[in-house]
C-alpha cells in the first residue's frame, strides 16, 4: 500500500478484518493484532490458524514487536485481563488530578 494516501489507514483496516474475518478469537485495529484465548493450549491452537491465515495472504509479523501468551496486556490504551477491561490509570489520573474550577470564567470554559 502506498504511503501518504489520505484513506490508507481505513483502506488496511479493511484489509486486516478480510484476513482476520473467520478468526472471532482475533481482535484487529490497523497493524495491532489481539487474540484472546481461555488456555494456553487454546492460545497456541489460536496462533496456529492466526499465522496460517497471515502466510496464505503473504504477510509477515514483526516478531520484536510481538508478545505471546500474556495474562495482562495492554491495548489501544486500556489494560486487559482475566478480569476484564480497565482504562490505563495514568489515563485516569490525568482527569481526577485536573484542577477543579474556582471562578465562574473557569467553570464556563470547563
Keep these: 500500500m502506498q504511503f501518504g ?3 490508507a489507514s481505513s483502506t488496511f483496516q479493511r484489509f486486516t478484518d478480510e484476513v482476520t474475518r473467520d478468526l472471532p478469537f482475533v481482535y484487529a ?3 495491532d493484532l489481539l487474540v484472546a484465548s481461555k488456555s494456553a493450549n487454546e492460545h497456541l491452537e489460536h496462533l ?3 499465522f496460517s491465515k497471515l ?3 503473504g504477510l509477515c509479523i514483526n516478531v520484536e514487536k510481538c508478545q505471546f501468551g500474556q495474562s495482562i496486556i495492554e491495548f489501544l490504551e486500556f489494560k486487559l485481563s482475566e478480569n476484564g477491561i480497565e482504562p490505563l ?3 485516569v489520573n ?3 488530578e485536573f484542577p477543579q474550577p ?3 470564567t473557569q467553570l464556563r470554559r470547563y
Design 5 to 7: 494516501l489520505c484513506n
Design 29 to 31: 485495529f490497523v497493524n
Design 48 to 50: 496456529k490458524l492466526l
Design 55 to 57: 502466510r496464505e495472504y
Design 89 to 91: 490509570p495514568d489515563r
Design 94 to 96: 490525568c482527569i481526577l
Design 102 to 104: 474556582t471562578t465562574l
